[in-house]
């Protein structure tokens, strides 16, 4: 009986793993340097990582459904803010025009510490996809600092969503 108990779990595991998110690394980084990289997902309110849309590498079209009366789509979208070794601190702003209720004026502010020989903190923000089909463009402006130098790292990023 525990034999088949360790053999489901295993099993259980090894399916879980094979079906987990890989972090994307982008390519001609050099170790030591700070950088980003994401994920887009999307599903419904229940499951809004059910559906992959698209990453910051390697790069493809970001499409998304738009929600509909009655039927709405959920995005939930991961950034990942990778380490320099020394604790970085990343601070700036994004704005997911994409989502529901947000607007050209809408900005949210990134505030997110790698710790010191952490190689990756993240953030995730899950909301539900406009109604309005087009493209939107998602602007990531950053600076990256490592906290022990002060040498600072400046990051404009920026990726198109389209809504159909």
């Not at 709405?72 to 601190?89: C, L, M, P, R």
């Not at 406009?130 to 790292?153: E, F, H, N, Q, R």
Request: hydrophobic share 30%; charged share 20%; aromatic share 8%.
């Amino acid at each position: 009986m525990q034999l088949r108990l360790f053999a489901a779990l295993t099993l259980v595991a090894l399916l879980g793993s094979a079906c987990a998110k890989r972090v994307p690394e982008p390519s001609g980084v050099a170790p030591g340097t700070p950088h980003i990289s994401w994920v887009l997902m999307y599903g419904d309110r229940d499951t809004a990582d059910r559906e992959f849309s698209c990453q910051s590498e390697p790069r493809s079209e970001c499409v998304l459904p738009a929600s509909k009366p009655g039927e709405q789509v959920y995005s939930d979208i991961h950034f990942y803010y990778h380490g320099a070794g020394n604790e970085t601190k990343y601070e700036g702003t994004k704005n997911l025009s994409y989502l529901q209720g947000a607007s050209e004026s809408h900005v949210s502010r990134i505030n997110i510490t790698v710790k010191k020989n952490e190689s990756i903190t993240n953030e995730s923000v899950t909301g539900i996809v406009t109604s309005t089909p087009g493209a939107y463009t998602v602007p990531l402006s950053l600076t990256a600092t490592i906290t022990d130098t002060g040498k600072k790292y400046p990051i404009q990023e920026s990726l198109q969503v389209i809504v159909k």
